[in-house]
């Protein structure tokens, strides 16, 4: 496989060494098809893309390129949720029991909004096993997770609720807002915001789509942590995800909000920019402030169930403990299995993202990311 490293798009002059150190990863890193982008101040100042978009048929990445982004998908849906919360249609604290019966059973029934959103909701896997069709089908799994007995008392304990998150969300999202986060997504995203993000893909945008390269030194989404706790298998390994599952069109055809959105940096960039700044997109609200506080205050800290990592999380959004995202401590976003992320700075008043299709093996520290944020806040780029 021989990758092309022809890069395209606009930088700015500042952000220069930004660009290299993309480009770079192409030999160095051996990426295949990437992109990245940057909002500052609500401007689009940097729109990279290069390599292949798809490697068997030598097929170029372009700026419209979609590409699943995996957990990076929990950002948007945890941006979903804050629009929500601006539109005074649901709060963090209020109990899922209050829009969902099957809630008020057990001990789920002071689970609130923020307890799901932050991973405390002890939900974070399925106890029976189940193959990767029971996933297409998200009525049956918000179902089955809702009468399931947790892992833990929520609001105890917090756990990387990897897919379940996803089921949990779009149910709770649809019987509050009477559509889907898959329909949100359309309606008040792409259709409203003109963003190439979808939950899914439309068949209609199959041609744009790249197609997921897995390293051979890559398994499945069990191989993300050993020694695995009852917790962990439910969550990582049950079913067990192949990294090359978004190149199906079951998998596309699916809503799975903790995974399955399909995006741009682009459009990934533009929303992290306007939670970053003011809340606007070119002028036009997207949400408030306050509502861009709440989302992003923390609500867990410690150690992850699930992920074993000493994590920090807000009401769906990973905050920046681990300096993942930078120096600053108020960025928050998220990231996703392979290397792809987004973020939102507000010191700095910018939104970053980075998506591509050659998987990385790095659960944390992909070098790729590593150099990527190093050159982004380079001494002489902010100046």
């Not at 950002?75 to 209020?94: E, K, N, P, W």
């Not at 942590?225 to 298998?233: G, I, P, R």
């Not at 999380?313 to 681990?322: I, P, Q, R, V």
Request: proline letters at 5%; aromatic letters at 10%.
């Amino acid at each position: 496989m021989k990758n092309t490293t022809n890069i395209s798009g606009v930088c700015a002059p500042s952000f220069s060494k930004l660009k290299d150190v993309f480009e770079k990863n192409f030999a160095a890193q051996d990426e295949v098809g990437a992109s990245i982008a940057l909002v500052k101040d609500g401007e689009l100042i940097v729109n990279l893309w290069g390599g292949l978009r798809d490697p068997d048929s030598a097929s170029e990445w372009q700026r419209d390129t979609l590409v699943n982004v995996w957990s990076t998908t929990k950002g948007i849906t945890a941006l979903c949720f804050a629009m929500l919360v601006d539109r005074g249609q649901i709060s963090y604290a209020s109990p899922i029991a209050e829009y969902w019966p099957e809630f008020r059973l057990g001990n789920r029934q002071n689970m609130t909004v923020s307890m799901m959103l932050s991973h405390q909701g002890g939900l974070c896997g399925f106890r029976d096993p189940v193959d990767i069709e029971f996933l297409y089908n998200i009525e049956r799994a918000a179902d089955t997770l809702a009468r399931m007995e947790p892992f833990w008392e929520p609001g105890t304990r917090f756990g990387y609720h990897a897919i379940t998150i996803g089921f949990l969300a779009s149910e709770l999202f649809r019987r509050v807002e009477g559509r889907s986060i898959k329909q949100f997504v359309e309606d008040e995203l792409h259709q409203a915001f003109d963003l190439d993000f979808f939950i899914g893909l439309p068949a209609s945008r199959n041609f744009q789509a790249a197609t997921i390269v897995a390293p051979k030194a890559m398994g499945s989404s069990a191989d993300l942590a050993t020694n695995l706790s009852k917790a962990q298998l439910a969550a990582l390994a049950n079913p067990v995800l192949s990294p090359t599952l978004p190149n199906t069109s079951a998998w596309r055809e699916a809503e799975i909000p903790s995974a399955n959105g399909f995006s741009s940096a682009e459009a990934l960039a533009t929303l992290y920019g306007a939670l970053a700044s003011d809340g606007c997109i070119k002028g036009k609200r997207l949400l408030g402030l306050e509502a861009i506080n709440a989302a992003r205050a923390p609500q867990t800290k410690g150690v992850d169930e699930v992920l074993g990592l000493e994590i920090e999380w807000s009401n769906g959004f990973l905050c920046n403990a681990m300096n993942v995202y930078g120096p600053n401590s108020s960025a928050f976003g998220h990231s996703g299995w392979g290397g792809s992320f987004a973020f939102a700075d507000p010191k700095r008043g910018i939104g970053f993202a980075y998506t591509m299709n050659r998987m990385g093996t790095e659960l944390v520290g992909d070098p790729r990311n590593t150099a990527l944020i190093e050159a982004l806040y380079h001494p002489d780029t902010f100046t």
